[in-house]
């Protein structure tokens, strides 16, 4: 996928305008991202100026090299990091011209977001994590409860309902973040190494979670090690050093060991 846009660019490196041919719910364009080196007035920049762009309904995965700047992209996408220089837009909205809590309402709109770690609330049963992202959505209570026992019935962990955390493996605790995320039915999920700490079962059950939203309208953007899982998203998104160096359609392990060595 290209992305054709007509930058004027100022001498500081931030974009002025940006008139883009194409609509996409999510979208970046000259993303930089920095962070200070612990108390030294040094900065690391992470994200060099990526431009990115994920279609309605496409899965992409991003892979890279450790340290290629996989999870800061998919944090600036989200809105979870602020870009420092660049535009991104999710749905039409320019988060980076937002407050942090303008984009806090805008991602409870439309967006979710898969954590490696799961996220879960120890004190809180599997149905109660599941109510909790659909009342911070600002669902009523009985509504929330509702919302909440269909998702978990639509990924066959309703017998999780009355789980806590502490009581499931590390395949129910995803599947059951997945269901939080899913309940408020987002129109863009990001997932962060979503089968990084699962066994070779668990993480396709996960994945194919994750194919199934994709093939239902749901846009998905994945960070992964896994080749294997990489080669069966729609798009792979190569990135080395804080930019994109190759985008592949129709991917296979072959092809995507040979660009990330």
């Known amino acids: 996928m290209t992305i054709e846009t007509d930058r004027s660019v100022e001498e500081n490196g931030v974009m002025e305008s940006d008139n883009c041919s194409e609509w996409f719910p999510v979208r970046a364009v000259g993303v930089k991202k920095r962070f200070r080196l612990g108390r030294r007035k040094d900065w690391n920049e992470v994200l060099h100026g990526v431009d990115f762009a994920a279609d309605v309904g496409e899965f992409v995965s991003i892979v890279g090299p450790s340290g290629s700047g996989k999870s ?6 989200s809105g979870l990091e602020k870009a420092d220089d660049g535009k991104v837009m999710l749905n039409g909205a320019d988060i980076t011209r937002m407050s942090r809590q303008q984009v806090s309402v805008e991602r409870r709109a439309s967006v979710g977001f898969i954590f490696q770690d ?73 997932a962060d190494e979503p089968t990084g700490a699962l066994d070779s079962k668990n993480a396709q059950t996960v994945f194919g979670l994750l194919r199934s939203i994709a093939s239902s309208g749901t846009t998905v953007v994945m960070v992964t090690h896994s080749l294997e899982l990489a080669a069966r998203t729609d798009r792979v998104v190569v990135l080395r050093d804080g930019l994109i160096v190759d985008s592949v359609d129709n991917p296979t392990r072959a092809s995507l060991a040979r660009q990330i060595q």
């Open 118 to 190: 799961y996220n879960l609330i120890d004190s809180l049963t599997g149905q109660a994590n599941v109510e909790l992202s659909l009342r911070l959505a600002g669902k009523h209570m009985g509504k929330a409860r509702e919302l909440a026992r269909e998702s978990m019935y639509r990924l066959g962990i309703e017998h999780l309902s009355g789980a806590y955390p502490s009581d499931m493996s590390g395949g129910e605790r995803q599947r059951v973040a997945i269901a939080r995320t899913l309940a408020c039915s987002p129109k863009i999920v990001f």
């Open 72 to 77: 800061t992209l998919l944090y600036c996408l």
